[in-house]
T-cell receptor, first 117, second 112 residues
Framework: GAVVSQHPSRVICKSGTSVKIECRSL??????MFWYRQFPKQSLMLMAT?????????EQGVEKDKFLINHASLTLSTLTVTSAHPEDSSFYIC?????????????FGPGTRLTVL | EDQVTQSPEALRLQEGESSSLNCSYT??????LFWYRQDPGKGPEFLFT???AGEEKEKERLKATLTKKESFLHITAPKPEDSATYLC?????????????FGSGTQLTVLP
């Protein structure tokens, strides 16, 4: 149980295009999902917290108009990188908190490698 | 400002050579300290949660301990398959109830 999937696992796009990344909780309902970014040999940096049915909360320094987050259902959150540029190339990881459990339990997805040419 | 520091950045061990990884933290109030394992190109895999000083948890060759200032991840007789990056993270009283702050990780390589 407690499986989180991400799609796609890897994406390469041209500068200026938009890319959508999906995060799904496969066998549980996730009231909260988190989006992280990880640069090579660095740790995970929280970008935003996504709550089902409400607006996402962004961390300081993260542009909400560039990184659009939608949490339309209890099993799906999407991150759209708009007008992507090479500096947005990174490893994006989501995690999900299961409805009804303590917040100590977060399950991570396998990540999405974004490369912007 | 809450800080989480892991050391060493990288560690190379021979198979069977036991060692410890360190995670020191300076936070306003600890709600929990977490250890994760991350393989290249993958998301973090949960290992342990520790809540209070003196607490210990074990899983196979791994044992995590916690004091008021730091946590150790002890690896006993490691095998090459234990090679990975080990991340620690904290959840604090002052922040969002759901937010984790990660350290930069220790990259462990176990040589056969």
């Amino acid at each position: 149980g407690a499986v989180v999937s991400q799609h796609p696992s890897r994406v390469i796009c041209k500068s200026g295009t938009s890319v959508k990344i999906e995060c799904r909780s496969l066998d549980f309902q996730a009231t909260t999902m988190f989006w992280y970014r990880q640069f090579p040999k660095q740790s995970l940096m929280l970008m935003a917290t996504s709550n089902e049915g409400s607006k996402a909360t962004y961390e300081q320094g993260v542009e909400k108009d560039k990184f659009l987050i939608n949490h339309a259902s209890l099993t799906l959150s999407t991150l759209t990188v708009t007008s992507a540029h090479p500096e947005d190339s990174s490893f994006y990881i989501c995690s999900a908190h299961e409805r009804g459990r303590t917040y100590n339990e977060q399950f991570f997805g396998p990540g999405t490698r974004l490369t912007v040419l | 400002e809450d800080q989480v520091t892991q050391s060493p950045e990288a560690l190379r061990l021979q198979e069977g050579e036991s060692s410890s990884l360190n995670c020191s933290y300076t936070v306003s109030g600890l709600r929990g300290l977490f250890w994760y394992r991350q393989d290249p190109g993958k998301g973090p895999e949960f290992l342990f949660t520790l809540y209070s000083a003196g607490e210990e948890k074990e899983k196979e060759r791994l044992k995590a301990t916690l004091t008021k200032k730091e946590s150790f991840l002890h690896i006993t007789a490691p095998k090459p398959e234990d090679s990975a990056t080990y991340l620690c993270a904290v959840r604090v009283l002052s922040g969002s109830a759901r937010q984790l702050t990660f350290g930069s990780g220790t990259q462990l390589t176990v040589l056969p």
